[in-house]
């Protein structure tokens, strides 16, 4: 399999729930990152990993909690989300972090929050 | 936090027709970055551009980063149903958080036969 895959692809759960969004990518890339997308709103950046390090979290609520075991996958451990909280959360990677190191996409996982 | 501000938000055109869009921000960017999504995918990178005034084409489509560094436009040319979907321009400025990227809200294009 090549580029980021993200399991799974849509996901219901309720507000009590503990769920976990993984994201895999076979590019060799050391950055790696999640970010949300709501309708009508910009891509807000969630997480970011650089070196299986967290460098960058972006006031992200601590029902959010990322893991990063290795520098090929990504998880998005989810625990008692709210209804806003549903929308599209990507994962993208990139060789390194800065300029000229651009970021790769998988597609999304659609998490639903009843 | 910075926007960018990316217009127009949706198009509707005729299958042949050239496509115009663009991105602008009240501070300078290194780079701008043009994507592409899908309904249910992921976006795909398109273009990037790093140097001002650059022009860059793929195919059909061109984009150029402005002089200014302040702005970025991407042209398709000859539309085709497949053009279908959501255009997302992204920056990177001087001065930010390292190699993060701010997108703008998207062109959603619609193209009919």
């Not at chain 2, 005729?14 to 309904?39: A, H, R």
């Not at chain 2, 001002?52 to 970025?72: H, M, W, Y």
Request: glycine share 8%; hydrophobic share 30%.
């Amino acid at each position: 399999e090549t580029g980021v895959t993200q399991t799974p692809r849509h996901l219901v759960m309720g507000m009590t729930n503990k769920k976990s969004l993984k994201c895999e990518q076979h590019l060799g890339h050391n950055a790696m990152y999640w970010y949300k997308q709501s309708a009508k709103k910009p891509l807000e950046l969630m997480f970011v990993y650089s070196l299986e390090e967290r460098v960058e979290n972006n006031s992200v609520p601590s029902r959010f909690s990322p893991e990063c075991p290795n520098s090929s996958h990504l998880f998005l451990h989810l625990h008692t989300l709210q209804p806003e909280d549903s929308a599209l959360y990507l994962c993208a990677s990139s060789q390194d972090r800065g300029s000229y190191n651009e970021q790769f996409f998988g597609p999304g996982t659609r998490l639903t929050v009843l | 936090g910075q926007q960018l501000n990316q217009s127009p938000q949706s198009m509707f055109i005729q299958e042949g027709e050239d496509v115009s869009m663009n991105c602008t921000s009240s501070s300078i960017f290194n780079t701008w970055l043009w994507y592409k999504q899908d309904p249910g995918e992921g976006p795909v990178l398109l273009i990037a551009l790093y140097k001002a005034g650059e022009l860059t084409s793929n195919g059909r489509l061109t984009a150029q980063f402005g002089i200014t560094r302040k702005d970025s436009f991407l042209n398709i040319s000859a539309s085709i149903p497949s053009d279908v979907g959501i255009y997302f321009c992204a920056g990177r400025n001087y001065g930010g958080s390292q190699g993060n990227l701010i997108f703008g809200k998207g062109t959603k294009l619609s193209v009919k036969p």
